[in-house]
């Protein structure tokens, strides 16, 4: 009965990792906040934006909401790994903070916009398909 439960979990992701589709981007960004876009994993259950923001060390920000704009659509993020919505961080010695926001599914795009509430206004980055 383990073997089987086994092999069924396997099956499982295997059959989640192949329905992945993780697209390499590169990103423009704005003064207020700057957000690093590496990549953009689209899977049948949600997009995940990987990327860093970047701030001066030992200073503090705050991510309030994020939404992904491509021509006429728009999503509106549910949830970000990193730091959380609407708590301030801090950033360390390096002034890089790795995050990750998740939204709703979609299909694989060639530009959009990132755009990040802050307390400092609203961060735009521009997001290309490499």
Known sequence: ???????????????????????????????VLAVVVDSVDFRSDLTRVYGKIVGTPHTSG???AASLLSGKRSWQGTDIDGVDFKRYFQWED???????????????????????????????TTVKRK
């Open 62 to 64: 705050r991510v309030d």
């Open 94 to 124: 390096d002034g890089q903070i790795p995050v990750e926001i998740d939204f709703p599914a979609m299909k694989p795009f060639k530009t959009a916009q990132l755009v990040l509430t802050t307390v400092r206004g609203e961060s735009v």
């Open 1 to 31: 009965m383990k073997r089987l439960s086994f092999l069924i979990l396997a099956v499982v992701a295997v059959a989640v990792t192949l329905g992945a589709k993780v697209v390499k981007y590169s990103s423009a960004t704005d003064p």
